[in-house]
């Protein structure tokens, strides 16, 4: 099976500064990685993935995730937060062809003005 | 648009009543799966389903009860045998087995008083 650690449970950051979201998985299989982000109230939404290939993904609103093997890490990073990025963050980790999607137990992402 | 739609957003019932919760896609998508969110907790998983008429359990079944009687269907019953079903509820849904990416629905927020 698999399992996700996300070392933070909050992050408060500062407007238009950086930010990193730590996400460690365990697998004795090959891996699918998944960043989802949620609002108040919410479903989740996908923010990126990891499927294979480049190790390096990215979002549509700059968010960007690097999966390290060899660390088994899978952290998501913005180079200048904004506000509206004030969020929970997930992340997530299937072994390939398996039938679960396993969570972390989330990060909530605060941008304070 | 082609989602998840679950209903209603918000139940509240008497501790000892049975209650369902409605799941529908229209993606097209194969499997189905519910998840109940707890604050601190991650998402973990009740029930899953990969084709009509077949589902199987997750890591937190008891007290709950699915059918997938339809591929676009896959509601859930929290019955009064769930010992602490205050929770957030959501459904999800993705191509098929070894999924690639999951789409969530907007949760039930379920309150039992």
């Known amino acids: 099976a698999q399992s996700v650690t996300q070392l933070d449970s909050q992050v408060p950051v500062f407007e238009e500064a950086p930010v990193e979201l730590r996400c460690n998985y365990s697998?004795?299989?090959?891996?699918?990685l998944f960043w989802y982000v949620q609002y108040p109230n919410q479903g989740l939404q996908l923010l990126l993935k990891y499927l294979s290939g480049s190790t390096l993904v990215e979002s549509i609103n700059g968010f960007e995730a690097e999966f390290n093997k060899s660390q088994t890490s899978f952290h998501l990073r913005k180079p200048s937060v904004h506000i509206s990025d004030t969020a929970e963050y997930f992340c997530a980790v299937t072994g390939t062809g398996a039938n679960n999607l396993f969570f972390g137990t989330g990060t909530r992402l605060t941008v304070i003005p | 648009d082609g989602g998840i739609t679950q209903s209603p957003k918000y139940l509240f019932r008497k501790e000892g009543q049975n209650v369902t919760l409605s799941c529908e896609q229209n993606?097209?998508?194969?499997?189905m799966y519910w998840y109940r969110q707890d604050p601190g907790q991650g998402l973990r998983l009740i029930y899953y389903?990969?084709?009509?008429?077949?589902?199987q359990k997750g890591d937190i079944a008891e007290g709950y009860s699915v059918s997938r009687e339809k591929k676009e269907s896959f509601p859930l019953t929290v019955t009064s045998a769930q010992k602490n079903p205050t929770a957030f509820y959501l459904c999800a849904s993705s191509m098929g087995q070894g999924y690639t990416e999951a789409f969530f629905g907007q949760g039930t927020r379920l309150t039992v008083v």
């Open positions: 993606l097209n998508h194969d499997a």
């Open positions: 697998s004795s299989v090959s891996v699918y």
């Open positions: 389903s990969q084709i009509v008429n077949d589902f």
